[in-house]
Antibody, heavy 117, light 117 residues
Framework: EVQLVESGGGLVKPGGSLRLSCAASGFTFSNGWMNWVRQAPGKGLEWVGRIKSKADGETIDYAAPVKGRFTISRDDSKHMVYLQMNSLKIEDTAVYYC????????WGQGTLVIVSS | VLLTQSPLSLPVTLGQPASISCRSSQGLVYGDGDTYLNWFQQRPGQSPRRLIYKVSNRDSGVPDRFSGSGSGTDFTLKISRVEAEDVGVYYCMQNTRIQNPRWPPYTFGQGTKLEIK
């Protein structure tokens, strides 16, 4: 059974930093394309970024609103993917989901990030 | 690339059919001939779950009352007989599968909220 468990969310001041983690199990992690998707309170889904597998070049893509501020990385030995978020803005407040697969086959339960002074 | 869903709110009587439209601002057929249009369900308080991938393929465990169809720029998710557990928000998502820094690989529709009348 595929499991994705996000952690690391919390309250942070504007301009601050936070690192989210996603622990994966139940599939061959090294082959998986790992995504981050967020959902602001009461709003729809917004893709944040993706890191491809090593075999596919470990290419990383970001959505325009987070490019230059967020960094995605992965550790295949630990079956983990990370989202380093710097220079956080109030509009980054959201539940952040980790998802696996080129077509977002499976999702975690999400972790809440609140950016507020 | 924009995805426009309609309606945004869908009150349905139990046991009746429901239909959600998703229209893309441009065609989604990729070079391999496939169309990467997926549907997700988000029940209240839960993370999203994929129901349909590549227009019409049901994911494992998805009841057969759910079906997807469409081509080109117009796609539809249908529920043949709505049940109480179908309450939630439904999103279409397209994967452009094109490596282009000018637009994100994934775009979501705004979401359609299905409720029981």
């Amino acid at each position: 059974e595929v499991q994705l468990v996000e952690s690391g969310g919390g309250l942070v001041k504007p301009g601050g930093s936070l690192r989210l983690s996603c622990a994966a199990s139940g599939f061959t992690f090294s082959n998986g394309w790992m995504n981050w998707v967020r959902q602001a309170p009461g709003k729809g889904l917004e893709w944040v970024g993706r890191i491809k597998s090593k075999a596919d070049g470990e290419t990383i893509d970001y959505a325009a609103p987070v490019k230059g501020r967020f960094t995605i990385s992965r550790d295949d030995s630990k079956h983990m993917v990370y989202l380093q978020m710097n220079s956080l803005k109030i509009e980054d407040t959201a539940v952040y989901y980790c998802g696996v697969g080129a077509e977002l086959d499976y999702w975690g339960q999400g972790t809440l990030v609140i950016v507020s002074s | 690339v924009l995805l426009t869903q309609s309606p945004l709110s869908l009150p349905v009587t139990l046991g009746q059919p429901a239909s959600i439209s998703c229209r893309s601002s441009q065609g989604l057929v990729y070079g391999d001939g496939d169309t990467y249009l997926n549907w997700f369900q988000q029940r209240p308080g839960q993370s999203p779950r994929r129901l349909i991938y590549k227009v019409s393929n049901r994911d494992s465990g998805v009841p057969d009352r759910f079906s997807g169809s469409g081509s080109g720029t117009d796609f539809t998710l249908k529920i043949s007989r709505v049940e109480a557990e179908d309450v939630g928000v439904y999103y279409c998502m397209q994967n452009t599968r094109i490596q282009n820094p000018r637009w994100p690989p994934y775009t979501f529709g705004q979401g359609t909220k299905l409720e029981i009348k």
